[in-house]
């Protein structure tokens, strides 16, 4: 079937359906836009590409959003990114992947039994799902820092869901909650990987991500202190946070010998974080050692109070004298297929959003600022699949739900990890201890292990200083901080949660809705180089740099376009001038679509009535005749006689340099608008001009609402006009070619003049070209400026006698242009000739 034959059937089914192919185009589809009018360059000087600029089509569109089956494959090769690396993996690389695994593994152990804890599980099930985390994430991993893993906050939301399954369904065991809800929430989040929606983590902010992670720590901190106190008293420690700080202080007096483990568990954690900070930087050159010195804390304190445990509770293990973990089975003992069905699905359902996001938030917080500071980029999708996959296939194992750790990726980042790879290195000493240290395990105090987990959320608070940064950036981001840390301490981890993200969504459409455009104004700058010094009468004198290509006062000036009301902060007292009495220039601000669109267009109209005057005045000859929205002025008020002295309205020239996009809504709008100002300027028209189109829908939009023509006038139609379009030369010495040529050339004569220096010889070509371009002997051909060196092309044979231009945007829509300067010239050069006068 041909093109025609297609083209033919569409028009002639348009036709039938009462469709206006040719939306408000006054030059007809025939004819000529260029020829139309009186052209502002000749044919007969220059010889010039015209350009039909071809509006983008339905079947584009889902072309571009159609893989081929090279994208298929690709997809499935990204599904599993080792592949990429794991072909050239080498020794070098082993020997820093088996530090940092053996350092991290030393340290998910202790973490691991510690969180498993806050999930009010039996310790085993913190180093189940330590094992399985870092066993399967190599294989899809983009990140070769993050550790996935227990983690304190979402253990914590673990060890409130366990606890209410208690009360509720009693015949079902926490674990076997537990692990249900690691494989609904980690299928959730793996379709979100394949889909490759990990772009909706960027809708949360970072102050949401900080004030969530400070409230969470928190609350997790005083619900151990209880704990780290062997406080006998009973109240929960799963209550809001002011209350569980609260009881924990009222019940002092209920503390007992734990306390004295507790306590000095944990000073001895931050005693010698301290002093290894303090050595490492007195002693630089051993700053490795103190690293791992510091890294091994928590190892060394668990086996320091598990030795007095062990020599003060061996004789008796039935009534031991402080609270310890007891016994830890010997291997996989819970492993099996985990049960998931509607009645343990129902326990967690709605906390299940609450869970998804902390798996969310954690991992890619803390892989995309790893990823920044070690200059690699991670793919946001891919690593949801690896935290799906891991949480889907980790509950065989007995896991529950874990994610990225910042502890122990920090950890991991500074020992020197090469390659995902490391995570295997880490298994297998999660793997030793599970078989070998279960004995052990048994004596390890309680009160330390509270310690530990109160020492490491404590690295989650945000310092003053980043909060105070966040006020010197944006005052209502700080607020949002402040808002999710408050509610946070008040209620629940939860709430805190969906608080912050409610707010920070209300924040950005806000600013969307409530965003205001610019009128702008024209001032012409010149560029000024560093060393001009500010005469006297306020001029600028002249520079010392005669090699400027800004030399010539002329050369350096240009015009640009500012807020006339100076919003972006320049300075008022430069006066910037209307760019003519009648026409406006509007910058949008936010994008151009629904949320927005009344709010900018709102704005320009009522500016241009104030601005301007009506062309053809209503008359009434009674009070009573006039509508009740335009009562009139005063009487013997001047209103009315300043208004007649404001000028007509001739043209909108909007900037569309923010705007990537636009939706029905936003053109509806923009065609409402344009009928209100064809009204008011009556019988004239008022020719819309549109800058920085960057996107060809976008532009397809508005020539389909029938914009990027000239609107004819109401009494007489359509009168000559004079198009203006820019345009770039191709060939000839203005070219990017014949610049690049000039580069060259003026390089090899600087090379070629340090050839001879070197070895004494002054070239008779050089000599030439000295006195070509007046330049005294002994200074350095380089100097000759730029213009006199391209003087030299015309005779070049790549450029002899020829000069021609392609214009840079179509010309079947002379009212869509490059910049605002071709802009208002076009809107200038249409005016009508008695307003120019």
């Known amino acids: 079937?041909?093109?025609?034959?297609?083209?033919?059937?569409?028009?002639?089914?348009?036709?039938?359906?009462?469709?206006?192919?040719?939306?408000?185009?006054?030059?007809?589809?025939?004819?000529?836009?260029?020829?139309?009018?009186?052209?502002?360059?000749?044919?007969?000087?220059i010889d010039t590409y015209s350009y039909l600029e071809q509006e983008p089509t339905t079947a584009e569109w889902f072309k571009e959003i159609t893989p081929s089956w090279h994208d298929v494959g690709r997809y499935f090769y990204r599904l599993f990114p080792f592949l990429s690396w794991i072909t050239r993996y080498n020794t070098q690389w082993l020997l820093g992947d088996l530090v940092a695994g053996i350092t991290v593994g030393a340290v998910v152990v202790p973490q691991g039994m510690a969180y498993a804890k806050l999930a009010e599980l039996p310790v085993q099930y913190g180093l189940y799902s330590s094992f399985m985390g870092v066993l399967l994430y190599w294989f899809f991993a983009t990140s070769k820092d993050i550790t996935i893993g227990p983690v304190a906050v979402m253990s914590t939301l673990v060890g409130t869901i366990v606890l209410?399954?208690?009360?509720?369904?009693?015949?079902?065991?926490?674990?076997?909650?537990?692990?249900?809800?690691?494989?609904?929430?980690?299928?959730?989040?793996?379709?979100?990987?394949?889909?490759?929606?990990?772009?909706?983590?960027?809708?949360?902010?970072?102050?949401?991500?900080?004030?969530?992670?400070?409230?969470?720590?928190l609350n997790i901190a005083s619900g151990q202190v209880k704990n780290l106190l062997g406080e006998s008293a009973s109240f929960s420690t799963r209550d809001a946070t002011y209350k569980i700080i609260i009881n924990s202080l009222k019940h002092l007096p209920s503390a007992g010998i734990d306390a004295a483990l507790g306590v000095t568990s944990l000073a001895m954690l931050y005693i010698i974080r301290s002093a290894c900070n303090f050595l490492a930087r007195k002693y630089p050159q051993k700053a490795k050692l103190w690293f791992f010195a510091s890294t091994l804390r928590t190892v060394f304190v668990i086996l320091f109070y598990t030795m007095i445990s062990a020599a003060v509770n061996l004789h008796r293990k039935d009534d031991p004298m402080f609270n310890v973990i007891g016994n830890v089975p010997r291997g996989f003992k819970d492993a099996g297929v985990p049960r998931v069905d509607s009645e343990v699905i129902s326990v967690f359902a709605s906390q299940l959003p609450a869970c998804v996001i902390v798996l969310l938030i954690e991992h890619i917080a803390i892989s995309k600022s790893f990823g920044r500071v070690n200059n690699y980029t991670i793919d946001p999708s891919q690593e949801l699949v690896a935290i799906g996959v891991s949480n889907l296939l980790g509950p065989f194992l007995g896991a529950y739900p874990a994610t990225g750790s910042f502890s122990r990726t920090a950890i991991k980042s500074k020992a020197g990890v090469r390659t995902p790879l490391a995570g295997v290195i880490t298994a297998i000493v999660v793997l030793l201890a599970i078989y070998a240290l279960?004995?052990?395990?048994?004596?390890?105090?309680?009160?330390?292990?509270?310690?530990?987990?109160?020492?490491?959320?404590?690295?989650?608070?945000?310092?003053?200083?980043?909060?105070?940064?966040?006020?010197?950036?944006?005052?209502?981001?700080?607020?949002?901080?402040?808002?999710?840390?408050?509610?946070?301490v008040f209620s629940s981890i939860e709430d805190g949660i969906y608080c912050t993200i409610c707010v920070s969504v209300a924040v950005l459409l806000f600013r969307v809705a409530k965003a205001r455009g610019q009128f702008l104004g024209r001032v012409t700058i010149h560029s000024v180089i560093g060393d001009h010094l500010v005469q006297g009468d306020g001029k600028y004198g002249p520079g010392n740099n005669s090699n400027s290509p800004d030399r010539d006062e002329e050369g350096s000036r240009r015009s640009i376009f500012l807020?006339?009301?100076?919003?972006?902060?320049?300075?008022?007292?430069?006066?910037l001038e209307q760019p003519y009495p009648g026409i406006f220039i509007y910058r949008f601000s936010e994008g151009f679509n629904y949320p927005n669109a009344n709010h900018y267009t709102d704005y320009l109209v009522q500016t241009i009535f104030r601005e301007t005057r009506r062309t053809i005045p209503f008359s009434y000859e009674q009070r009573g005749d006039r509508p009740w929205n335009d009562p009139g002025p005063r009487k013997n008020s001047p209103q009315e006689e300043q208004r007649s002295q404001r000028p007509l309205l001739r043209a909108v020239i909007l900037d569309f340099s923010s705007v990537n996009n636009v939706d029905v809504t936003s053109i509806q709008n923009l065609i409402d608008v344009r009928n209100q100002l064809d009204l008011y300027a009556s019988p004239r028209a008022v020719q819309w001009h549109f800058a920085h189109l960057n996107n060809r829908w976008t532009k397809r939009a508005l020539a389909a609402a029938g914009f990027g023509?000239?609107?004819?006038?109401?009494?007489?139609?359509?009168?000559?006009?004079?198009?203006?379009?820019?345009?770039?030369?191709?060939?000839?010495?203005?070219?990017?070619?014949?610049?690049?040529?000039?580069?060259?050339?003026?390089?090899?004569?600087?090379?070629?003049?340090?050839?001879?220096?070197?070895?004494?010889?002054?070239?008779?070509?050089?000599?030439?070209?000295?006195?070509?371009?007046?330049?005294?002997?002994?200074?350095?051909?380089?100097?000759?400026?730029?213009?006199?060196?391209?003087?030299d092309l015309n005779d070049s044979k790549a450029y002899r006698n020829r000069r021609k231009v392609a214009v840079v945007q179509g010309i079947n829509r002379p009212f869509f242009h490059i910049d605002l300067t071709s802009a208002l010239e076009s809107a200038l050069a249409n005016a009508p000739p008695e307003e120019l006068e």
């Open 438 to 488: 279960t004995a052990v395990f048994f004596y390890i105090p309680q009160a330390a292990l509270s310690g530990v987990i109160i020492h490491a959320v404590g690295d989650l608070i945000t310092p003053p200083n980043t909060v105070y940064q966040f006020w010197r950036v944006s005052p209502i981001d700080a607020l949002i901080f402040f808002i999710g840390v408050i509610v946070t």
């Open 1 to 45: 079937m041909s093109k025609d034959f297609t083209t033919k059937v569409g028009q002639g089914l348009a036709k039938g359906l009462g469709i206006k192919q040719a939306y408000r185009d006054p030059l007809g589809a025939q004819a000529d836009p260029v020829t139309r009018g009186e052209s502002t360059f000749s044919y007969g000087t």
């Open 563 to 575: 807020p006339l009301n100076h919003a972006d902060g320049s300075n008022p007292e430069v006066g």
């Open 709 to 791: 023509f000239p609107t004819p006038n109401s009494d007489n139609g359509f009168h000559r006009w004079k198009p203006i379009f820019s345009v770039a030369e191709i060939e000839g010495r203005s070219s990017a070619a014949a610049h690049a040529e000039m580069l060259n050339n003026q390089h090899a004569q600087h090379a070629a003049q340090k050839r001879d220096e070197e070895d004494g010889i002054k070239h008779e070509s050089h000599t030439t070209m000295r006195e070509t371009h007046g330049v005294e002997e002994g200074s350095d051909i380089s100097s000759v400026p730029e213009d006199k060196l391209q003087h």
């Open 164 to 217: 209410d399954a208690e009360d509720k369904y009693p015949d079902i065991p926490g674990h076997v909650v537990a692990s249900c809800l690691a494989i609904v929430s980690g299928g959730i989040v793996c379709a979100l990987g394949l889909l490759r929606l990990g772009f909706i983590v960027d809708f949360i902010p970072l102050p949401a991500i900080s004030a969530f992670m400070t409230g969470s720590a």
